[in-house]
């Protein structure tokens, strides 16, 4: 058994977890998650938890046992509080905008780059240079972050690029401090 697995979900008040034909669902305040589940793995909602067995002791079935847990603790924490990820963009002439369901980014290359908001994703943009992606699903939350980020990863010499709000950038000297 998987030590995350054993340990129940506790569900707030204004919560709804139905389980049914192999998928779960969770509805709250903020929205309504779904998600696929093995029949290996037994899903009981008892009272305000949900509690996870397996149904046998195989090594794929113990770490499905700490997926689920943990997929519907994140499902749990999504529709009641949601999720968010903060972007720092640095250098000069970066900045980010958001039009409608688009965000139109200058990050120093001759054009612009133009992404598509996710349905389900919130995206603003201050002056300063921040970029907050807010969502109640944390995997597309996630992903689009990185996505994001991918486009212009901050270098080690000037910090240039855009990064996420708690990463530290080891910083390199360069070619004139090595005397």
């Known amino acids: 058994m998987s030590k995350v697995g054993k340990l129940p979900v506790a569900i707030p008040a204004g919560v709804t977890v139905n389980v049914a034909n192999g998928v779960i669902s969770v509805k709250g305040p903020k929205g309504e998650l779904t998600q ?16 996870l067995k397996t149904k046998n002791d195989a090594k794929q079935t113990n770490a499905y046992h700490g997926l689920y847990r943990s997929l519907i603790a994140n499902m749990v924490k999504g529709v009641t509080e949601g999720f968010s ?38 995206v603003t943009a201050t002056p300063d240079g921040k970029l907050t992606i807010a969502g109640i699903n944390k995997q597309l939350v996630g992903e689009f972050s990185s996505q994001i980020r991918k486009l212009r990863k901050p270098e080690p010499y000037k910090g240039k690029g855009i990064r996420y709000d708690n990463e530290v950038i080891r910083r390199k000297v360069g070619k004139t401090g090595v005397k």
């Not at 965000?103 to 054009?111: C, D, E, I, P, R």
């Open 36 to 51: 696929k589940f093995h029949d290996e793995i037994d899903i009981k909602v008892e009272g305000s938890e949900v509690l």
């Open 85 to 122: 990820k903060t972007l720092v963009i640095t250098g000069v002439g970066y900045r980010a905008e958001v039009k409608g369901k688009e965000l139109v980014m200058n990050l120093g290359y001759s054009s612009d780059f133009i992404a598509i908001i996710p349905e389900g994703l919130t």
